[in-house]
C-alpha cells in the first residue's frame, strides 16, 4: 500500500493551479472535467504519480470557498534549504505564514506557507 493523494477542495481552480505550479514548483499531471457531475479535478506533485503521491485539487461548480476546519493540519512538503524556499515562495507571490527556524523543542527546521484558500503547506528541511 501508498498513499496516492491528497484531495482539497478549492474555490478557484486556475489560481489554485497557479499557485502549486507557480509557487510551488509542482507540475501539473492531468485535469479531469466533469460537467454532468458540477466538479473539475487537477492533479499535481513532484512527479509521475505511479512513483510518488499528489495533490488533487477539487473545484465544486459555484462554490467560491471553504471552511478549513479544526480537523485537517497541514500537507509537509521536504526541501533543501527552508530560508530559500521561503523566499522563492515570497518572491513568487506566495504568503509564508511562519519563517524558516527550527522546530520547538527540535533541531528540525521547518516552516508554513499558506495556498489562496488558507490550506497551510509545511516545508521540512531535509537532513544532510
Known amino acids: 500500500m501508498r498513499i496516492l493523494h491528497t484531495m482539497l477542495r478549492v474555490g478557484d481552480l486556475q489560481r489554485s493551479i497557479d499557485f502549486y505550479t507557480r509557487v510551488m514548483g509542482m507540475q501539473l499531471l492531468r485535469t479531469t472535467d466533469r460537467p454532468e457531475q458540477k466538479y473539475s479535478l487537477a492533479f499535481v506533485g513532484y512527479g509521475d504519480e505511479k512513483d510518488g503521491a499528489t495533490i488533487e485539487l477539487t473545484y465544486n461548480y459555484g462554490v467560491p470557498s471553504y471552511e478549513i476546519g479544526t480537523a485537517f493540519g497541514h500537507i509537509a512538503i521536504a526541501v533543501a534549504n527552508a530560508a530559500a524556499a521561503c523566499d522563492a515562495v515570497r518572491a513568487a507571490g506566495g504568503n509564508v505564514t511562519r519563517e524558516a527556524g527550527p522546530v520547538k523543542g527540535g533541531?528540525?527546521?521547518?516552516?508554513f506557507v499558506q495556498?489562496?484558500?488558507?490550506?497551510?503547506?509545511?516545508?521540512i528541511e531535509a537532513k544532510a
Open 107 to 111: 533541531s528540525t527546521v521547518i516552516a
Open 115 to 123: 495556498d489562496p484558500d488558507g490550506y497551510k503547506i509545511e516545508l
